[in-house]
């Protein structure tokens, strides 16, 4: 073999240099590919592991629900403690916090209107009031609350003429971006930030106290496991007849055993005799027995973090699961 030149001999090296680069480049792609490849593969698998938990968590807290609610008949109460607070669970090498809360005490945001016998969605002017009284007992000025509870309700009913304060499709179609009122109940209150004049931080405020039951209902608010700090539902049911102060007063006194009926609560709260008369509360609505909850868990395998959220009907017998959704119920 002839040897190479002097003067070539630098480039040959420069060559083989080159090509051990791209050697070098092209095996750290492939580690790396095979790297990432390993890590969603074994993403994939936690996430899949933490759904089947999450499926295992929810049929305990069916039967702990159901056991719950037919323990004394006709009242729901809470003795064990079991509603409103983080229940840490151990299943399967997964770590689950999960909390049940009585998803009836909250103002159901499709209570502003009611189906008549064509299904046409029309307003529902006690639960307007009560939304109003909410806003009220939550700091916001009664022209603001009046201008978004008028375009909530514009936004569920199913006719195209606006409330005095809300708003339609016109007001919509006019936007950077236009689009329609829904004209429908409202699956997830998250839907609500596409009302007019919902800001962030109104959208923030109100979230705690809204919900989206899955019928046009007056909110089913139960004395016997509404929390002190949630009065002001209590208030809102009878706007101008009941002081928050003997609200806060008719829960603190709750005996241990509950109340045994919606008259009893009413009698507690001054307002015997007058239910469903004007600036009262509604026949019906106040009630000591508890059909909705909100069963929310956190799950936590390897990697992977799932969140959970699954409405709860436990009017029926065995309890069912009525929605579910995954991800941060603040809709953040």
Same mark, same amino acid.
């Given at each position: 073999?002839?040897?190479?030149?002097?003067?070539?001999?630098?480039?040959?090296?420069?060559?083989?240099?080159?090509?051990?680069?791209?050697?070098?480049?092209?095996?750290?792609?492939?580690?790396?590919?095979?790297?990432?490849?390993?890590?969603?593969?074994?993403? /994939?698998?936690?996430?899949? %592991? $933490?759904?089947?938990?999450?499926?295992?968590? #929810? &049929?305990?807290?069916? +039967? @702990? =629900?159901?056991?719950?609610?037919?323990?004394?008949?006709?009242?729901?109460?809470?003795?064990?403690?079991?509603?409103?607070?983080?229940?840490?669970?151990?299943?399967?090498?997964?770590?689950?916090?999960?909390?049940?809360?009585?998803?009836?005490?909250?103002?159901?945001?499709?209570?502003?209107?009611?189906?008549?016998?064509?299904?046409?969605?029309?307003?529902?002017?006690? /639960?307007?009031?009560?939304? %109003? $009284?909410?806003?009220?007992?939550?700091?916001? #000025? &009664?022209?603001?609350? +009046? @201008? =978004?509870?008028?375009?909530?309700?514009?936004?569920?009913?199913?006719?195209?003429?606006?409330?005095?304060?809300?708003?339609?499709?016109?007001?919509?179609?006019?936007?950077?971006?236009?689009?329609?009122?829904?004209?429908?109940?409202?699956?997830?209150?998250?839907?609500?930030?596409?009302?007019?004049?919902?800001?962030?931080?109104?959208?923030?405020?109100?979230?705690?106290?809204?919900?989206?039951?899955?019928?046009?209902?007056?909110?089913?608010?139960?004395?016997?496991?509404?929390?002190?700090?949630?009065?002001?539902?209590?208030?809102?049911?009878?706007?101008?007849?009941?002081?928050?102060?003997?609200?806060?007063?008719?829960?603190?006194?709750?005996?241990?055993?509950?109340?045994?009926?919606?008259?009893?609560?009413?009698?507690?709260?001054?307002?015997?005799?007058?239910?469903?008369?004007?600036?009262?509360?509604?026949?019906?609505?106040?009630?000591?027995?508890?059909?909705?909850?909100?069963?929310?868990?956190?799950?936590?395998?390897?990697?992977?973090?799932?969140?959970?959220?699954?409405?709860?009907?436990?009017?029926?017998?065995?309890?069912?699961?009525?929605?579910?959704?995954?991800?941060?119920?603040?809709?953040?």
């Amino acid at each position: 073999m002839k040897p190479l030149p002097p003067n070539e001999r630098g480039a040959a090296l420069l060559s083989v240099l080159l090509l051990v680069a791209v050697m070098a480049v092209l095996a750290a792609v492939m580690l790396d590919r095979l790297g990432l490849a390993t890590r969603l593969a074994g993403n /994939a698998q936690d996430t899949m %592991r $933490a759904r089947l938990v999450a499926t295992s968590a #929810e &049929s305990a807290g069916l +039967a @702990r =629900l159901q056991a719950l609610v037919a323990a004394q008949g006709e009242r729901t109460i809470d003795p064990a403690g079991l509603l409103s607070r983080d229940l840490p669970l151990s299943l399967a090498g997964a770590s689950v916090t999960a909390r049940i809360d009585d998803a009836g005490n909250c103002f159901n945001v499709n209570s502003l209107v009611e189906e008549d016998i064509d299904g046409n969605l029309t307003l529902r002017l006690a /639960a307007l009031n009560q939304l %109003r $009284a909410l806003m009220a007992q939550l700091g916001i #000025e &009664s022209g603001e609350a +009046a @201008r =978004l509870s008028d375009a909530m309700a514009d936004w569920i009913d199913s006719d195209s003429a606006p409330l005095t304060n809300g708003a339609e499709d016109e007001a919509y179609r006019s936007l950077p971006v236009p689009y329609r009122t829904a004209n429908r109940l409202v699956v997830d209150v998250s839907e609500l930030r596409a009302v007019r004049g919902m800001s962030a931080a109104l959208y923030q405020r109100l979230r705690p106290w809204l919900c989206a039951l899955p019928a046009p209902e007056l909110s089913p608010i139960q004395l016997n496991t509404l929390r002190l700090d949630q009065a002001p539902l209590l208030v809102m049911l009878a706007p101008g007849a009941l002081p928050p102060a003997r609200a806060r007063a008719a829960i603190a006194a709750r005996p241990a055993q509950g109340w045994a009926s919606s008259a009893e609560a009413l009698r507690v709260l001054g307002l015997a005799g007058s239910e469903g008369g004007i600036g009262v509360v509604p026949p019906g609505q106040l009630t000591v027995r508890s059909r909705w909850f909100l069963l929310s868990q956190t799950v936590r395998v390897g990697r992977a973090t799932l969140t959970e959220q699954a409405l709860v009907d436990a009017g029926l017998t065995p309890a069912r699961i009525a929605a579910r959704s995954w991800g941060d119920e603040t809709g953040q």
